[in-house]
C-alpha cells in the first residue's frame, strides 16, 4: 500500500526496498486514473485527519502556499487516501513529492 510507481528501469533496488510489483501494459490500464468524484472517501481513510482531495489539488496546481496550510506536510505518505480512492487518484505519490519540494524550499532559507 505503501509503494510506488516508477517509470524507469534505472531506479536502484536498494536494502529498503522490500518488494516490486511488475504490471503489464494492461495492468496499468486498469490503474488510470479518472477525475474526483468529491465522495470524500479519502478523507474519511486518513489516520490524519487531513483533507487530502484538497492537498491534492493544490499540490497539481502547484500551490504550496495552500498545500501546506492545508497541513500537508503533515502527511505521513500511508496510502491511505490512495487505496480507496474510487477515482485511482495518485494522492499520495502527489504528497510525496510536493512535500519534497516543499522540504527543499525551506532547507534553502
Ligand atoms: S477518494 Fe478520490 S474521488 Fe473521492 S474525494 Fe478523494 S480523491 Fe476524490
Ligand atoms: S497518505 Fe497522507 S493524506 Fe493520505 S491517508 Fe495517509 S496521511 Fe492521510
Not at 516490486?20 to 479519502?42: N, Q, S, W
Not at 478523507?43 to 504550496?64: F, I, R, S, T, W
Not at 513529492?97 to 527543499?104: D, E, G, L, M, T
Request: hydrophobic content about 35%; charged content about 20%.
Amino acid at each position: 500500500m505503501m509503494g510506488f510507481a516508477f517509470f524507469d528501469l534505472n531506479v536502484p533496488v536498494t536494502k529498503t526496498s522490500s518488494s516490486i510489483l511488475a504490471l503489464t501494459k494492461d495492468e496499468v490500464a486498469e490503474y488510470e486514473p479518472t477525475p474526483c468524484i468529491r465522495c470524500g472517501r479519502c478523507v474519511e481513510a486518513c489516520p490524519g485527519n487531513l483533507m487530502p482531495q484538497k492537498m491534492a489539488q493544490a499540490a497539481m496546481h502547484n500551490d504550496y502556499d495552500a498545500f501546506v496550510k492545508l497541513n500537508g506536510m503533515e502527511c505521513y505518505e500511508c496510502g491511505s487516501c490512495t487505496f480507496v480512492c474510487p477515482a485511482r487518484r495518485p494522492l499520495t505519490q502527489t504528497f510525496k513529492q510536493a512535500r519534497q519540494y516543499v522540504a527543499a524550499q525551506r532547507r534553502k532559507k
